[in-house]
């Protein structure tokens, strides 16, 4: 049989199909099926690229042509930036809750405790810090190593140097770490993956916080944060440690209030329980005569109704060291106490 040749499209059928084309199009920019367009980056537009290169050569030996060659295949990414501009952090602590501090998350992390049960204990051991605050770190971090990002780290501080310019120091800082972190772990920086702001592997560290903080916990001689868990369980443990955390204390509890406080909220304003309790902010639960001289923080994260009102003690301080808004402090506290719970269950 001999195939009909199609006849030329009418220009009923034309109009269809350019009315159709343009709301895929609407359609794929609305779920963010295009990507934002990218820049590429030269050190002969950017002076401040050309310092750092000046700076990374004069300061750690760095080739030049080698870093010409790694900025040559660098581009700015406009999304990077605004993602920055929107955290999830900054929801109201009612939403961001819903994200982290349910039963699925928790019942994941139970099993990647049973799974690493003795790693875990051994860093609760040595570092003091408890195995279901490791574990939630993890879940909400990259959801136990499943999640650890998916942007070129290069691309992402080199932007974020150029393009951010309320943290331009900050990300400078990081991609001269990220550059001396590759170079110790012989990685090729340009196919290293983390998240839009640069952050690396299982416990998603920035790179500074890698150099400094990373642990050789499985022994086999290298801080392989990307694919060791008990590394990434051990840096953990050692980074909260390193920051104060102490063993056996509290970390947070709810307070009752009469009236909204008058005093300002967050770390700026430290007091001991007993100041807490004459301005009336009370614990729950009575404390213990040696407990009143404890020093906490008066935390107001925001309910579905009201603000909820807690006094954060030294250990929840510790949390924000990794992440430094409340609303993470609080998920994980509250993610690890529903992991401990859910492990103990018959």
């Known amino acids: 049989m001999r195939a009909r040749t199609p006849r030329p499209p009418g220009a009923a059928w034309r109009s269809f199909a350019r009315r159709a084309c343009a709301c895929a199009c609407a359609a794929a920019l609305a779920l963010g099926l295009y990507a934002a367009p990218v820049r590429a980056v030269s050190p002969q537009d950017h002076p401040a690229l050309a310092r750092f290169i000046d700076d990374m050569v004069a300061r750690h030996g760095f080739a030049?042509?080698?870093?010409?060659?790694?900025?040559?295949?660098?581009e700015r990414r406009p999304q990077i930036v605004a993602a920055m501009e929107r955290p999830r952090e900054a929801l109201p602590w009612h939403e961001y809750r819903r994200g982290f501090v349910n039963e699925e998350r928790a019942?994941?992390?139970?099993?990647?405790?049973?799974?690493?049960?003795?790693?875990?204990?051994?860093?609760e051991s040595r570092y003091g810090v408890p195995a279901e605050v490791i574990v939630a770190i993890l879940g909400v971090e990259t959801r136990y190593g499943a999640h650890t990002g998916s942007h070129k780290v290069?691309?992402?501080?080199?932007?974020?140097?150029?393009?951010?310019?309320?943290?331009?120091?900050?990300?400078?800082?990081?991609?001269?770490?990220?550059?001396?972190?590759?170079?110790?772990?012989?990685?090729?920086p340009l196919a290293v993956?983390?998240?839009?702001?640069?952050?690396l592997g299982i416990p998603q560290?920035?790179?500074?916080?890698?150099?400094?903080?990373?642990?050789?916990?499985?022994?086999?001689?290298?801080r392989d944060l990307f694919r060791s868990r008990?590394?990434?369980?051990?840096?953990?443990?050692?980074?909260?440690?390193?920051?104060g955390w102490a063993a056996?204390?509290?970390?947070?509890?709810?307070?009752?209030?009469?009236?909204?406080p008058a005093a300002p909220t967050g770390y700026d304003t430290v007091r001991t329980l007993r100041e807490w309790m004459d301005e009336g902010i009370a614990p729950s639960h009575p404390p213990e005569p040696a407990a009143v001289e404890r020093t906490?923080?008066?935390?107001?994260?925001?309910?579905?109704?009201?603000?909820?009102?807690?006094?954060?003690?030294?250990?929840?301080?510790?949390?924000?060291?990794?992440?430094?808004?409340?609303?993470?402090?609080?998920?994980?506290?509250?993610?690890?106490?529903?992991?401990?719970?859910?492990?103990?269950?018959?």
Request: aromatic share 12%; glycine share 4%.
């Open 64 to 74: 030049r042509a080698e870093l010409e060659r790694l900025f040559a295949a660098v």
């Open 107 to 123: 019942r994941l992390g139970v099993r990647f405790w049973r799974e690493n049960r003795e790693t875990l204990a051994r860093a």
């Open 205 to 222: 560290f920035i790179a500074s916080s890698y150099r400094e903080y990373a642990v050789d916990f499985d022994r086999d001689g290298r």
């Open 154 to 188: 290069l691309d992402a501080l080199v932007t974020l140097m150029l393009d951010y310019p309320r943290r331009a120091e900050f990300f400078r800082r990081e991609l001269e770490e990220f550059l001396l972190l590759a170079r110790e772990l012989a990685l090729d």
């Open 193 to 199: 993956k983390g998240s839009y702001a640069g952050a």
């Open 296 to 346: 906490a923080a008066l935390i107001a994260l925001e309910g579905e109704s009201e603000t909820l009102y807690h006094l954060g003690y030294n250990n929840f301080y510790v949390i924000t060291r990794y992440n430094r808004s409340q609303n993470y402090a609080m998920a994980v506290y509250e993610l690890a106490r529903m992991i401990r719970a859910l492990a103990e269950e018959p």
């Open 230 to 243: 008990a590394d990434a369980i051990g840096s953990v443990a050692h980074f909260l440690q390193r920051h």
């Open 248 to 260: 056996g204390q509290p970390v947070i509890e709810r307070v009752r209030v009469a009236t909204a």
